[in-house]
């Protein structure tokens, strides 16, 4: 089994930055894929970026792109999502996720990822 612990998260102004970070322990030679998704209350869980295991592979909403950066390095087993000029309708919970699969590619769906992290909330003020 493995866990994922999210961290980071909190209260910015429009047009500032967050570093979130994902820890992951326990079973983590299982982990390949990994990627963040978000949720606001009454919608579904959103895909907004992943990689690959290997980093070489990175994958991001419309939305965010070239606004959010995500990373890993997996001899610590972290994974980061840098999120800059950030915008109110980025204000979510963000979730934390991992694949235990042989997929060699980033998959956009939250049912293709077997582990999940509890959350942190990110509020982006007007």
């Known amino acids: 089994q493995v866990q994922l612990a999210e961290s980071g998260g909190g209260l910015v102004q429009a047009g500032g930055s967050l570093r979130l970070s994902c820890a992951a322990s326990g079973r983590t030679s299982s982990v390949n894929v990994m990627g963040w998704f978000r949720q606001t209350p009454g919608k579904e869980r959103e895909f907004v970026a992943g990689i690959t295991w290997s980093g070489g592979g990175t994958e991001y909403v419309d939305s965010v792109k070239g606004r959010f950066t995500i990373s890993r390095d997996n001899r610590k087993n972290t994974m980061v999502l840098q999120m800059n000029s950030l915008k109110p309708e980025d204000t979510a919970v963000y979730y934390c996720?991992?694949?235990?699969?042989?997929?060699?590619?980033?998959?956009?769906?939250?049912?293709?990822?077997?582990?999940w992290g509890q959350g942190t909330q990110v509020t982006v003020s007007s």
């Open positions: 996720a991992a694949d235990r699969s042989r997929r060699s590619y980033v998959a956009y769906t939250s049912g293709s990822y077997d582990y």
